[in-house]
């Protein structure tokens, strides 16, 4: 009976260090999801993402040490299966965890700061794809919409001004 009520309580273990796992995981990945470039943002996903990423850090470290006692209560007596996955599990843990203290954002959105240019007649641009335009004195310039998207900023000079060209 007592051999029982410990693999009871072993697969309890499991369960609880399952359910930080996916919490901590989930706090991650969901806004990560949700914010990418070129792609289309339902409003209210948008601001449940953006709750979510802004209250992440705290939990993500909790969810993280909770899920490594467990991991090490649970190591002992386990097979060598147990513990690949107890180690798969806790690298995407901690992974998790560290990437929701990273602005990650600035990997993905970061400005351009030299851009590169090409004549109208060169570029290869579709006639239906829209830019942004700007002209000062007699030199102009147009981003494509499709690049400042991903970008979200350009630094430049036009016209002998400097510009932040941004979308």
């Not at 914010?35 to 850090?57: D, K, N, Q």
């Not at 040490?65 to 690949?84: E, Q």
């Not at 798969?88 to 998790?96: G, P």
Request: proline share 5%.
């Amino acid at each position: 009976m007592r051999e029982f009520s410990n693999q009871q309580n072993r697969g309890s273990i499991w369960t609880v260090f399952a359910t930080f796992a996916l919490v901590c995981t989930a706090l991650f990945f969901i806004p990560a999801f949700v914010i990418r470039p070129f792609s289309y943002y339902a409003p209210r996903a948008l601001v449940v993402a953006m709750a979510i990423r802004h209250h992440a850090p705290w939990p993500t470290l909790i969810a993280a040490l909770i899920c490594l006692g467990l991991a090490l209560s649970l190591w002992r007596g386990a097979n060598w299966w147990r513990r690949t996955v107890l180690v798969a599990v806790m690298v995407i843990v901690t992974f998790s965890a560290t990437m929701a203290r990273i602005n990650y954002f600035e990997w993905m959105f970061h400005p351009v700061a030299s851009p590169g240019f090409e004549a109208e007649g060169q570029s290869k641009l579709d006639a239906k794809e829209m830019v942004l335009a700007i002209r000062f004195g007699g030199d102009a310039r147009a981003y494509p919409i499709r690049e400042m998207a991903y970008h979200h900023i350009v630094n430049d000079v036009v016209g002998g001004v400097p510009v932040a060209v941004t979308y």
